[in-house]
């Protein structure tokens, strides 16, 4: 494992990383908010999601 971690290159490694994480700030930015997928459900699927545990 050290050896693994000796071998990797950390100032290209954190370029790398910072590249990917402008592109994903400028996708956000630029991407209308109604395009974006979002987490919630609908009021309609709520008995998808019923809790069928005793604790509920």
Do not use: S
């Not at 693994?4 to 910072?18: H, P, Y």
């Not at 908010?33 to 545990?53: N, Q, R, Y």
């Amino acid at each position: 494992m050290k050896d693994l971690l000796n071998n990797i290159d950390g100032r290209a490694t954190q370029e790398a990383v910072e590249a990917v994480l402008r592109q994903y700030r400028t996708y956000m930015l630029t991407t209308p908010e109604d395009m974006m997928p979002t987490v919630t459900a609908h009021i309609g699927d709520a008995k998808l999601f019923e809790c069928k545990a005793i604790w509920c």
